[in-house]
């Protein structure tokens, strides 16, 4: 493929920066560095949260980043994949950068590569373009979410002021390992000396602590050193050292108590006020994601592993019921497929314990699909009340012919399966 140049298209640059490397997922920083260090990014007098973990990484960064925008800092936000468009990936105040900037990046770095005659996967040319349009624009806060465990992901060249890990759960077994304590140690791997670590669940596996007294770190534990509590319209935050009473946000509860941990625990002066105001303005598309689209109720949300889709159900059974208080005649419609490297059958046996009229399924189009065929056998284990077609589209014209008015429909199982269901015609 030919090279681009800085005239040439985003989605050009796109195309060839999935073609340059041997393989899509390639874990090590060895190639990385030399890159990163020729492209010269200054980042130290900056300050810096990185997010590792299973799940809810998305709305924990989201959360983190609005809550000191709030604060008057000028805020880089990187996260990954992305739903729609690329651009969704690379933040700053909360806006998109532009195509003519990330190609300008892309070219800065694909320069520095062929300096350095090396190789980079597409997430490592993506990310090293992040971070430099992140130091050229003189970002005063950076919240970084890790792309894949934490030690080995680019993500890491990067040195954090305050760490944090959501959870662990079993997921990317083929790159981290098959048990929490190996994918622990991993997501562990973005530790630095004395800074903060937040940790999002009760449960820690035992490879970490050893690891966070090597580093001197300072744990903050949900559970043990922060706890939360859901109200009325509002809710309650609280760790040893304030109480806070605050608005309720989109985003969940567990994730914002989590967020507000890393910011209370940094250096920058945030006050209760910047917390407040900046809960009711955070948004992320596809996490519990509700819309109304074509006179239905729909819920998107990327989970795509068990740990997941238990957390979504934690959060979808209560507004299940509420939704059918008002509407007592809708039935309950899934659309859904999953990647290949998922653990299927553990995702399925948890939404089998939701009264689905009907689920209706296609392959996802992206090299790491599972196979209709296969989606088809796994799908025969646990209902009977299903139908695979060919691709996500045809699935979700099926859904919105076969439903009626009100009818809620879910979506769920991979970030690509809500892209291309919100991409498809017949939701335009």
Not at 13 to 37: K, N
Request: glycine residues 6%.
């Amino acid at each position: 493929m030919q090279t681009p140049t800085i005239n040439s298209s985003l989605n050009a640059w796109l195309d060839y920066m999935h073609t340059i490397h041997v393989s899509a997922i390639d874990m090590g920083l060895e190639r990385v560095l030399p890159v990163f260090d020729k492209l010269a990014i200054d980042y130290q007098n900056t300050y810096i949260f990185t997010v590792a973990g299973t799940n809810g990484k998305g709305s924990t960064t989201a959360t983190i980043a609005k809550i000191c925008e709030q604060a008057g800092y000028k805020v880089a936000l990187y996260q990954s994949p992305h739903l729609i468009d690329f651009n969704e990936r690379v933040k700053i105040n909360g806006g998109m950068v532009d195509d003519n900037t990330l190609i300008e990046a892309f070219a800065k770095v694909e320069q520095a590569r062929l300096d350095c005659g090396l190789t980079l996967s597409f997430f490592e040319m993506t990310t090293l373009a992040s971070f430099w349009i992140f130091g050229k624009q003189q970002c005063d806060v950076w919240v970084l979410e890790v792309g894949l465990g934490g030690r080995l992901d680019v993500v890491n060249i990067i040195d954090p002021d305050v760490a944090v890990i959501t959870n662990v759960g079993i997921d990317h077994v083929d790159w981290l390992g098959d048990t929490r304590e190996k994918i622990g140690m991993e997501k562990a791997g973005i530790l630095r000396k004395n800074i903060p670590l937040i940790y999002g669940e009760t449960d820690m596996p035992s490879t970490v602590l050893p690891l966070i007294e090597q580093h001197q770190a300072k744990l903050l534990q949900f559970g043990t050193d922060y706890f939360y509590q859901a109200g009325q319209g509002s809710w309650q935050y609280s760790n040893a050292s304030v109480t806070l009473d605050l608005p309720l946000p989109s985003l969940s509860l567990h994730n914002t108590a989590t967020a507000i941990t890393a910011v209370l625990a940094s250096d920058l002066p945030i006050t209760q006020e910047n917390i407040a105001q900046a809960l009711p303005n955070i948004t992320l598309a596809g996490r519990f994601d509700q819309r109304i689209i074509h006179d239905h109720q729909w819920l998107f949300d990327v989970a795509h592993n068990e740990h997941g889709i238990r957390f979504l159900l934690s959060q979808f059974v209560p507004f299940w019921q509420n939704y059918q208080q008002k509407f007592p005649s809708a039935k309950l419609y899934l659309i859904f497929s999953m990647l290949a490297d998922k653990d299927i059958d553990n995702v399925l046996l948890n939404l089998q314990t939701l009264p689905i009229e009907k689920i209706f399924c296609g392959e996802i189009d992206f090299f790491r699909a599972l196979p209709k065929a296969e989606l088809q056998t796994k799908l025969a284990k646990f209902f009977d009340n299903f139908v695979v077609v060919d691709n996500l589209e045809q699935a979700t014209e099926q859904a919105i012919l076969q439903s009626e008015k009100h009818d809620l429909m879910l979506v769920c199982g991979s970030f690509h399966t809500i892209s291309e269901v919100l991409q498809s015609k017949i939701m335009q």
